[in-house]
């Protein structure tokens, strides 16, 4: 499935070129600070693709491959708040501003439409791009307050998960394969 996903992005969004890259390594967190308990969850299988000549980046994420350290909150995320059934991924589609095909280090922002839980919503984030050879990682950091999303809380648990989650993105590319 991750690779029909990845085939179809690559197919859709862009067309091979050395300036084309596909993810081969991701890591996605989210962390909410509440109350009475912080929550972190880690998913290893994003998939992204990136185009260092026009900036089109767009990533998805499989909700239900967040890893929690309780089974229990895991459950919970995927049937009670974010609906995994019925919302599956989670999508950024955008442009990012200032970035070149050139070695080293970039200080980027990126401006496009992060979809969650169904609902869309026009986004900027600042992050990092670096090119070593033939190696491209994407690293960023924002927050996403749930409410936009439309992801609720019950009023029993709102001293147990944060209104706003944080949210750290890293993806690590390779030059796609003509």
């Known amino acids: 499935m991750r690779t029909l996903l990845l085939a179809g992005l690559v197919c859709i969004t862009f067309t091979a070129s050395a300036q084309k890259y596909k ?15 912080d929550i972190a969850a880690e998913n290893k299988d994003g998939v992204s693709v990136i185009d260092l000549a026009t900036g089109n980046v767009v990533f998805s994420i499989p909700i239900k491959s967040f890893e929690f350290e309780k089974s229990l909150m895991k459950e919970h995320f995927n049937e009670k ?20 095909d050139q070695a080293g280090i970039q200080k980027v922002k990126a401006k496009g439409d992060m979809t969650i839980h169904g609902v869309t ?11 070593t050879g033939d190696t491209v990682s994407l690293k960023t950091q924002f927050k996403v ?19 706003v989650v944080e949210v750290t993105v890293d993806f690590e590319y390779k030059p796609i394969e003509q």
Request: proline share 3%; glycine share 4%.
């Open 23 to 37: 993810s081969n390594k991701s890591y996605v967190k989210f962390f909410s600070e509440a109350t009475l308990e």
């Open 81 to 100: 708040y974010m609906e995994s059934e019925k919302y599956p991924k989670a999508v950024f589609k955008g442009v990012i501003d200032n970035v070149t």
């Open 121 to 131: 919503k026009k986004m900027e984030v600042e992050g990092e791009i670096d090119k």
């Open 145 to 163: 307050r749930l409410e936009d999303h439309k992801v609720k809380i019950p009023k029993l648990l709102w001293q147990n998960i944060a209104e």
